[in-house]
């Protein structure tokens, strides 16, 4: 509730500075990278910050820093630096209101200190990236609850992408949706690469394609999601009707996550006879991994989904109210089984029905 800070801000002595210089020294060789999150305590004075780039850069070892202050002379010959916008503004003496002024201050700051990139992180706008070219990347963000550590998880997720290969723009969206996950926390929050990877690919599922998935894709997605109520429906939704939709839409109001088990070509033709599906297996899924009420889609060859259910192990298993008093396969494995009043008079065989009769 109450916190008290008294600490001295003055700068550390030369005899000081040497001491973590040696402890430096003895670490860089095993380092990937290095990391410079000034936070203007009097740690990083200009000597001591210098003679880190100086090694960083005989040894060929990247070196990033977080600035701070207004006098960014001492971290010259960086590989990067990540100011904010209202810290670039400070640095450049240049108000940053625009792209012009933008563009303005980031190539001041990259120039003059001899950087390979600087990046200006733009909160809710994204990040702003000088190099041989100018990219501006737009923010991941959806929800913003705490932005405390914001600036921290950026420069230690470009550090690590950068460590493991990846170039420079692979790297600061790999940040950007660090910084997504983190912002979405309340306090000094951490991030995972399972929540990243969680987070990119949410930011993929409004693409159909991308939300079906055989079974080893969904089983390796689903370890990430671990504490997520999980709904698994199946049924061959060979013409999609009103009465499918209000009936998945029913289905994932019972969890987070609706995976929708999908009856493959073969598998109708043995269940409804040689005149299904009226769709191929690839229409239907596409169709169905539109809708937004779906989370995942994941066809089976097999007449029933026990397989899938076995190994997704859902929550809860849903089906048609016409299961009423009948076995449902899976019910022995899900935790629990709801059945959904279907639509009165929509069903796929009265449609065709229809057509038909004209």
Known sequence: MVRYD??????????????????????LVKADAVLLSDYGKGVLIPSLTQSMIA????????????????DYSKYKGATLITPNKKEASIATKIAIKDDESLHKAGNILKKSLELEYAIITLSEDGMAIFGETFTKMPTVAREVYDVTGAGDTVLASLGYALSCGLSMKEAASFA??????????????????????AYEHSLRAAMAPSKIKTK?????LLETRKNQKIVFTNGCFDILHVGHVKYLEMAKSFGDILIVGLNADDSIKRLKGESRPINPLE??????????????????????????ITAIKPDILVKGADYEGKVVVGSDIAKEVRLVQFVEGK????????????
């Open 6 to 27: 008294s600490e001295s801000k003055d700068n550390i002595t030369e005899a000081s500075a040497n001491q973590l210089l040696d402890i430096y020294k003895n670490m």
């Open 283 to 308: 229409d239907r899924a596409y169709i169905l991994a539109s809708l937004e009420s779906v989370n995942y889609v994941i066809p089976f060859e097999e007449d029933t989904p026990l397989e899938l």
């Open 347 to 358: 069903s796929t065989t009265r449609i065709i029905e229809r057509a038909q009769q004209k």
């Open 216 to 220: 080893e894709e969904l089983l390796h």
């Open 176 to 197: 950007n949706s660090a910084a997504a996950v983190v912002v979405g926390k309340l306090g000094s929050a951490t991030v995972t690469l399972d929540e990243v990877d």
């Open 55 to 70: 090694m960083a850069k005989a040894y060929q070892k990247p070196l990033l820093v977080d600035p701070k202050g207004d």
